[in-house]
């Protein structure tokens, strides 16, 4: 499934002179051949790639310069004194150097250049063979037109002449593999763990990526560009039996990094999908401590089916380290809902009720009194405390209208545990699902993709996108750590919490603190044993801008300062709501206990913080933790350096002394 075969066709006959074409059938369509197959010639030399054995990096290094015109010669090996085992070793220009002076009478004239043009390869876990630099400018001029005889080449066609088997013509096959991240690979002797259980078999050949000419290339050269500049970059692609692309997918060190402290709660966009674009992006989301969107993977996606949603969950997941979301949230679909469920069996799944609530229009716009239907549906959907308040709504909004037989409206209804808000209060979302009418929700990628954003393009704005996006939490960090925010109550609540949340946290829990004062009459109902059930009241602005008087229910256990309200916005945004604070005010509790103050919404929640799957006991002969553990554990002294010019110049200095060390253990 991760192989790319680079498939020579020519018939070899009995002249010296041979000239093939290579098949790099992961990069782009050909168009001679309907754009069914993608173009023809061999991948560039980039660092990261990994080969089965020395003789295979050979023969693809050999490849490529027999396209490009040159030869190529093993300039230097490396080996262990006491095995004679090649550990590793440099693949030349064969004009690189100069020969030796000889002291014939007639030496043969200089034909080297000293082209600085080469590969260096190292072996890695033991068994597989990595480019680890690359040169690929030559001081000399190369042109595949020219038909020079190198030896190597030489050698590539005196192999394929003994595989020949007369009368047949001699095809040379070549076979690399795109880079795979160790994560991949660990313990699977270079291949992806994926079986074909795990959809290598499952997917349907027929359906793959639509790629437009030079969309392939941007988006190769994209990733080979990301794992030069940050080795903990992860991409994985899919092709079929005839080298079709059928799906991608990708992540950033940075977003690695990022799922290790934000993976309780994930979004799976697949509005591209959905609403057929150009680009059929599906993207990984997460929020931060700031309640900004984050981005945890993406992917393009060849057909929004079962199999290929499972190909895809099950590429980040890997990537992820195998430990998934508690929650996910996704649009209401029947291919997604099976996928979730196979690849994230113990995951909270629910639906994204912004996109169901965006259909309606859609979907009921045409029905006589659409606009009494949908202030009815709002009601039901966000006034309701109660799962019974709920039911009695949806049922005299079917009956009043005559719905009961519209199709749309019956499977909502059967499915309502997994998108009405009151049936999804025990559980936790981070802020990520709209609990009001008012609230909006943003696309991670809203205003850098539209419906006819092409694969190139795309790519050419992700990066902007993310730098932004980066930026932005860095001038929130910023501002969280060095501001002291406005306090407008005289609230013990305000002032406890001002010195921990992130700005944009207090902000919004600073509205729950105001919103105490707009509470009234509380009031005591009952009491069982410990817990004290209260009712507070509250003026709530309805439709129309009316003020309506709503009761809430709040349960308080006295031992432990245990406290529940029935609108449950501790579990849907993260921070007590204001009928809660009310309560534990009326009954003299000046802090609010720490069990409500949520560690992933404070300012140096990074920087305390180490991600929860780092551990101590780390396998230093796994190459999986070999990289991704001290990218891990390097992410607070990062946090730390950024708090101040003293802090920065400590981090690194630290950092410097750290990779002399390093440097010292190479030598």
Known sequence: MEEVCLNSEPVFDEGNDYEFEEDCSAVEHDNETSERYLKKEPLPPTVGLEFDSFDEVYDFYNVYAKEQGFGIRVSNSWFRSKRKERYRAKLSCSSAGFKKKSEANNPRPET??????????????????????????????????????????????????????????????????????????????????????????????????????????????????????????????????????????????????????????????????????EIPLISFVGVNHHGQSILLGCGFLGHDSVEYFVWIFRAWLKCMQGRPPQVIITDQCKPLQSAVSEVFPEAHHCYCLSYIMQRVPERLGGLKGFEAIKRQL??????????????????????????????????????????????????????????????????????????????????????????????????????????????????????????????????????????????????QVSVNGPIVTYIVKERVEVEGGEKEVKHFEVLYETSQVDIRCICSLFNYKGYLCRHALNVLNYNGVEEIPARYILPRWSKDFKFKCFPDHVSSNIDVYNPIYRQIHPYKVAIPIVEGGAQSPDHYKIALQELEDLLNKLSLVDN
């Not at 002449?161 to 699977?188: C, F």
């Not at 002797?189 to 437009?212: C, I, M, P, Q, T």
């Not at 609990?435 to 393009?457: C, L, M, P, R």
Request: net charge positive; glycine share 4%; with cysteine.
């Open 378 to 523: 709002n009601k039901s959907v966000y006034n309701s405390l109660k799962i019974a308040e709920f039911e009695t709504s949806w049922v005299e909004m079917i009956r009043q209208h005559g719905l009961g037989d519209n199709k749309w409206l019956q499977t909502l209804y059967e499915e309502r545990q997994r998108w009405v808000p009151v049936y999804l209060k025990d559980i936790f979302f981070a802020g990520m699902i709209r609990i009001q009418e008012n609230e909006g929700s943003n696309a991670f990628f809203d205003g850098y993709v539209h419906k006819h954003t092409s694969f190139k393009e795309f790519v050419d704005k992700y990066d902007l996108a993310l730098h932004r996006k980066h930026l932005r939490e860095a001038m929130a960090d910023l501002e969280s750590r060095n501001s002291s925010f406005e306090l407008r109550t005289k609230c013990n609540f305000e002032v406890q919490l001002s010195k921990v949340y992130t700005k944009e946290i207090f902000k919004k829990f600073q509205s729950e603190v105001e919103g105490v004062y707009l509470c009234f009459n509380t009031r």
């Open 112 to 277: 080297r250049t000293g082209c600085p043009a080469m590969i260096v390869i190292r072996l890695v876990d033991s068994k597989r063979w990595r480019i680890v630099e690359v040169e690929l400018e030559h001081n000399h001029p190369v042109n595949p037109q020219i038909k020079r005889f190198y030896k190597s080449h030489k050698k590539m066609i005196i192999a394929a002449q003994k595989a020949q088997q007369p009368p047949e013509p001699v095809t040379e096959v070549h076979t690399i593999k795109l880079y795979r991240t160790a994560l991949m690979d660990a313990g699977s002797n270079g291949y992806s763990n994926f079986d074909k259980r795990e959809g290598a078999n499952l997917v349907d050949h027929s359906k793959h990526l639509e790629l437009k000419e030079g969309d392939a290339h941007a988006v190769y050269n994209y990733f080979c560009r990301m794992k030069l500049t940050s080795p903990n970059f992860f991409y994985l692609m899919d092709l079929d039996d005839d080298g079709r692309l059928r799906n991608v997918f990708w992540t950033d060190a940075r977003s690695r990094a990022a799922y290790g402290y934000f993976h309780d709660t994930v979004a799976i966009d697949t509005t591209c999908l959905t609403n057929k674009y």
